[in-house]
DNA sequence: GTTATATATAACTCTACGGTTGTAGAACCA
DNA sequence: TGGTTCTACAACCGTAGAGTTATATATAAC
């Protein structure tokens, strides 16, 4: 069902907007593991620990493998490289604009000319 | 009432898994806006927006200025980076990771020795 | 076959979220 | 003063999320 950037960074995002998504995201980071093995760390069911791997999974942040019974899950780095590269963005777009403003600042101090914005409200 | 880093983790996913908030993210890298001109783009009541803004502002991805009756809202950029230095570190540990495996891999191949693994599970 | 282990699914509860409308309050304008 | 503009708040509704227990499926072991 061909899923939108922005629905992929919905889930992406919202994946990463629990903690303990974040706790098997960190421990995937050492190597695969199995769905029990995830789970033992955490005061919760099965199921429980199941539908946040379906979560993640959802995301593309992690996949499956097979080893008997098992189904170790493994973490997909691309989908975490997908988020990094949209927060950086947008933090170095601002961070650019902060140093312009700090410019700009400077000039309107150095010509004494105090600015009333206009009714229309136009953004620079 | 002090909030721990996770829940900082949280609250900041939680504001950026959906797609309204990170579009008003967008807009805020360029430059600050009132809720008025946030709302502009919307076809959303403006209620809606400051709830958005209030997510937003909760996870201190944004603050309050203030002109006149408006209440511009502008970009944290600490924030975002937050999240980002999250994201980067498991990405590159995995990295990492999937490189010693790489190198691994090919050590088994060489040696030819199938693994078959022990009924407690021990991890790597 | 039976039994055990590993995982997934179903059905349910409870709460949080994203939207609505209506209204209140604060700052400006005439 | 009265009216307009900008923003926030309250109450409500529908849906999705995070957990539960119970059960089903799949692979393995005996």
């Known amino acids: 069902m061909q899923r939108t950037r922005s629905?992929?960074?919905d889930a992406i995002f919202a994946a990463l907007a629990d903690p303990?998504?974040?706790?098997?995201?960190?421990?995937?980071a050492?190597?695969?593991?199995?769905?029990?093995?995830?789970?033992?760390?955490f005061a919760m069911s099965q199921p429980a620990i199941?539908?946040?791997?379906?979560?993640?999974?959802?995301?593309?942040?992690?996949s499956r493998g097979q080893d008997?019974?098992?189904r170790?899950?493994?973490?997909?780095?691309?989908?975490l490289a997908e988020a990094?590269?949209?927060l950086e963005r947008y933090r170095r777009i601002w961070e650019a604009?902060?140093?312009?403003?700090?410019?700009?600042?400077?000039?309107?101090?150095?010509?004494?000319?105090?600015v009333r914005r206009a009714k229309g409200g136009e953004r620079s």
Chains 1, 2 share one sequence.
Do not use: C, Y
């Not at 050492?30 to 760390?41: D, N, T």
């Not at 199941?50 to 992690?62: C, D, N, P, T």
């Not at 604009?97 to 105090?114: H, I, V």
């Open 7 to 9: 629905q992929q960074l």
């Open 20 to 28: 303990t998504r974040r706790a098997i995201v960190a421990r995937l």
């Open 30 to 41: 050492s190597g695969e593991a199995s769905v029990m093995e995830l789970a033992k760390p």
């Open 50 to 62: 199941s539908k946040h791997l379906k979560v993640l999974e959802r995301a593309g942040l992690i």
């Open 68 to 70: 008997r019974q098992r």
């Open 72 to 79: 170790p899950r493994r973490l997909e780095a691309k989908r």
């Open 84 to 86: 990094t590269r949209w």
């Open 97 to 114: 604009n902060f140093q312009r403003l700090d410019a700009l600042l400077e000039e309107l101090k150095a010509q004494e000319r105090p």
